[in-house]
């Protein structure tokens, strides 16, 4: 059988289509010795929806992978999925998430450590004997078959007969509002419309689990934001477990009960999507994910709650997320949203920075100011809501202000 990813056609023996990729990066050799490396740092938050569910239905159990013997592409990875969640693996590119879902779905072997389902190891079960569904950007439709064709085909090479394929066909067809629509040919589809019958393919044969990575990536961005949308509300209908990747932020924030933050190999956090971007656990986390502002000075005085001195003197006060001691360099994160603006003189205080508005960016609901603060800093970001204007006229270029920075958002972290 023939897959195809990107631009260049591979041939894989797979009894069904799962239209997986080939990895991009270099091919793993024979034999990888195992590669010691620090646990992976993440908090395990529970949502209420999965409260009281302690068998989780993946278990990766120290895993590891490299491919060539010395840089380990996933460092000691240990994450439980839970069943019926939409758990989201977020980060740059080569953070290591495609490898983690790649190994899970069989395309890729672990290096080391273990991989079970339901308490079973699946490390050396081929992956069409896994019984996952799976979702790719390129879709991997055939182009000569029907779209209920491309639906059936798993059930096809499970034998199933054709009067109940037939059925399931049409059952999935109207999960994913494609109805009527079984008689064409992808070729008469749209890219969105495309994405549909993947997932239907996906779905029709009811798996446990569905892997998907980075599927929205080749539509626009309000296609994307509206299947966005459809997938988060197609997962609450059917409970089925998914794990999708991206680097996408929006995209995780939008769809997911818990995301997995990847970097370099190692989940930096793993949490609620409101806990993530409330309560970054660390520098990296702050950053990568939703905007910040970012001001660098001196720790001087630890414990929870704690003063950071700017170069320029001024006092800062923020919560010490990293424990820094005093006297180290740190770096004090706050959301643009979270950052009060004060057009008249405001009173001086570890809360309060004298600013000016160096630029306005209209963004249809709200304005974005770039913030002059002196000191050698970055500019601030404020975001500033335009039913908070009230009426009175938008901050100018030039204009002077006053930010006044919580104490309860200002997260300081070890630079």
Known sequence: MYMVSGETMHTVQLPVPLGAPPSSEPAEPNSMPTVSA??????AATTPAQAGRTEPLVRFAGVQKT???????????????????????????????TTTLMMLAGFESPTAGEILLDGRPITRTPPHKRDFGM???????????????NVGYPLTV????????????????????????????????????????ALARALVFEPQLVLMDEPLGALDKQLR???????????????????????????????????????????QQLDTVEQLY???????????????????????????VAEMALPDGRVLTGLNVSGAAAGAQVEACIRPERVVLQRQAEASGPEVLAAEVARVIYFGD???????IGGGQADATVKLPLSGLQGAAPPQSGERVWLRLPVDHVRIYAA
Do not use: W
């Open 135 to 149: 979702v790719f950007q390129n879709y991997a439709l055939f182009p000569h078959m029907t779209v209920g064709q």
């Open 225 to 267: 934001e509206h299947m966005q949308i459809e997938l988060k509300e197609l997962h609450r209908q059917l409970g089925v477990t998914f794990v999708y990747v991206t680097h996408d932020q929006g995209e995780a924030l939008t769809m997911s009960d818990r995301v997995a933050v990847f970097n370099e190999g190692v989940i």
């Open 278 to 304: 409330e309560k970054p656990a660390n520098r990296f986390v702050a950053g990568f994910v939703g905007d910040n502002t970012v001001l660098r000075g001196v720790l001087r005085s630890a414990g929870k």
């Open 67 to 97: 491919y060539d013997g010395v840089q380990l592409v996933v460092r000691q990875l240990d994450l439980d999925i839970r069943r019926g969640e939409f758990l989201t693996l977020l980060g740059p590119s080569g953070s290591g998430k």
């Open 38 to 43: 620090p646990a992976a740092p993440h908090s």
């Open 158 to 197: 499970r034998k199933v007969l054709a009067a109940a394929r037939e059925a399931q066909v049409a059952k999935a067809l109207a999960m994913v509002r494609l109805a009527g629509l079984s008689d064409r040919f992808p070729s008469q589809l749209s890219g969105g419309q495309q994405q549909r019958v």
């Open 366 to 372: 709200h304005l974005r100011l770039l913030c002059t």
